[in-house]
């Protein structure tokens, strides 16, 4: 398994991946404008087939936010999900921000918002 940047001909997949995962969608075109605004934007492959992404960017200037994060139903626990989001922290951290969160829903799909303290490049000890 590996990750990478995400780029453009990865769209369809990418989409096919959040469409299984969430009843919310955040649609195509939304993937398309958030990859052109300059977001952090990865993917995990399994013999060169994509089976998960993470998206995240800094909000409010201090704050890392994961906006999403998903992968094949068919490839879950096999430490696909952990690879993306330790690959998003550790380029996160290296920002000067204060914590870094994940997404949540509106509707009503359930969430735990989570946050984890950092100061440039590590962990933080709060
Ligand atoms: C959350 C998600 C990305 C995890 O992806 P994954 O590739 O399965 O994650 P990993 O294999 O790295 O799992 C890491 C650990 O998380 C925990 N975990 C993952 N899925 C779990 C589940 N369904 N129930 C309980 N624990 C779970 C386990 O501790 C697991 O370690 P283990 O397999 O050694 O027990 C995936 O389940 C998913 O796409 N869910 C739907 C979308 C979503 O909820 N995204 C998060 C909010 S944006």
Same mark, same amino acid.
């Given at each position: 398994?590996?990750?990478?940047?995400?780029?453009?001909?990865?769209?369809?997949?990418?989409?096919? $991946?959040?469409?299984?995962?969430?009843?919310?969608?955040?649609?195509?075109? +939304?993937?398309?404008?958030?990859?052109?605004?300059? $977001?952090?934007?990865?993917?995990?492959?399994?013999?060169?087939?994509?089976?998960?992404?993470? +998206?995240?960017?800094?909000?409010? #200037?201090?704050?890392?936010? *994961?906006?999403? $994060?998903?992968?094949?139903?068919? &490839?879950?626990?096999?430490?696909?999900?952990?690879?993306?989001?330790?690959?998003?922290?550790? *380029?996160?951290?290296?920002?000067?921000?204060?914590?870094?969160?994940?997404?949540?829903?509106?509707?009503? #799909?359930?969430?735990?918002?989570? &946050?984890?303290?950092? #100061?440039?490049?590590?962990?933080?000890?709060?």
């Amino acid at each position: 398994m590996k990750v990478r940047k995400f780029v453009p001909k990865d769209l369809k997949r990418v989409f096919e $991946i959040e469409n299984m995962s969430f009843d919310q969608s955040y649609g195509i075109s +939304m993937f398309q404008q958030l990859y052109e605004m300059g $977001i952090g934007f990865l993917v995990a492959e399994k013999n060169d087939y994509v089976i998960g992404y993470v +998206m995240f960017w800094v909000k409010y #200037e201090n704050q890392g936010h *994961i906006i999403s $994060i998903a992968v094949d139903k068919n &490839y879950r626990r096999q430490g696909a999900g952990t690879e993306l989001l330790i690959r998003a922290i550790s *380029i996160l951290s290296m920002l000067p921000i204060d914590a870094i969160y994940p997404g949540y829903y509106e509707g009503g #799909e359930g969430a735990i918002i989570m &946050y984890l303290p950092v #100061e440039r490049g590590k962990i933080a000890n709060k």
